[in-house]
């Protein structure tokens, strides 16, 4: 019975970097990405995996990370992805040029803008009688000042948004959790879109996206909650 339990998962992933400056990135992408039910595309991506390991198509392949991939592998992996059913993603872009530089820190810039997007899910997307949520974040791209910073987000819009539903935080490494494998990719599509104009695999992924990404400095978009899609 604990496997029916009503547990939504959501996957935390972001690109960009904290370089204010002509040097840094464009833009900073926060992306979520979540389901009731982690196990079928888990177990699909897992079966590719072990699949090109067995033709011989990357015999290092310890998990799927976009940034890396050739153009086949993803083009086997995204497939895959968009038949899978039971699941969406959405995220914000934020224009750093835009930002106000008492937000450049982790610790006012994650709870600004991270919460936004999670929210999104909070607000609209818990099904009722949902008995736990599980939020997950890659280890490797976060110092010790980041984490605290994200989680202390996580943990703002989780006590907003769910009083009365139990949360967990937790923190995987890449290769141990197919799901945020799946994250990188869904935000490395919208990364390539906002900062090099290649709209390729986001247009693949158009399917799962829940709403189109927004300005979360713009004054249209209220209590900053993302635009739903038509």
Not at 188 to 205: I, Q, T
Request: proline share 7%; with cysteine; aromatic share 10%.
């Amino acid at each position: 019975m604990l496997g029916r339990m009503p547990t939504l998962h959501i996957h935390v992933d972001e690109s960009g970097n904290f370089e204010f400056s002509n040097k840094g990135t464009r833009y900073y992408v926060f992306m979520v990405a979540w389901t009731y039910d982690p196990a079928p595309l888990a177990v699909k991506l897992t079966a590719l995996r072990f699949l090109l390991l067995k033709q011989g198509h990357g015999l290092d392949l310890c998990c799927f990370h976009a940034c890396d991939d050739p153009k086949p592998r993803k083009e086997a992996v995204v497939p895959i992805m968009v038949a899978q059913a039971g699941w969406n993603f959405a995220s914000i872009v934020v224009d750093k040029p835009r930002v106000n530089p008492s937000l450049y820190p982790p610790d006012a810039f994650y709870p600004k803008f991270l919460c936004m997007v999670l929210n999104f899910v909070l607000r609209g997307r818990v099904k009722p009688g949902t008995n736990q949520v599980m939020i997950y974040t890659d280890t490797l791209p976060f110092t010790k000042t980041q984490r605290k910073a994200v989680e202390a987000a996580i943990k703002k819009s989780c006590k907003a948004e769910l009083p009365n539903i139990p949360f967990h935080i937790l923190h995987h490494r890449i290769e141990s959790n197919i799901w945020i494998q799946v994250a990188d990719y869904c935000c490395w599509s919208v990364c390539r879109k906002w900062e090099h104009g290649d709209a390729e695999f986001y247009n693949r992924l158009r399917g799962k996206l829940a709403a189109t990404e927004i300005d979360p400095m713009s004054k249209e978009i209220g209590r900053a909650s993302c635009r739903e899609r038509v």
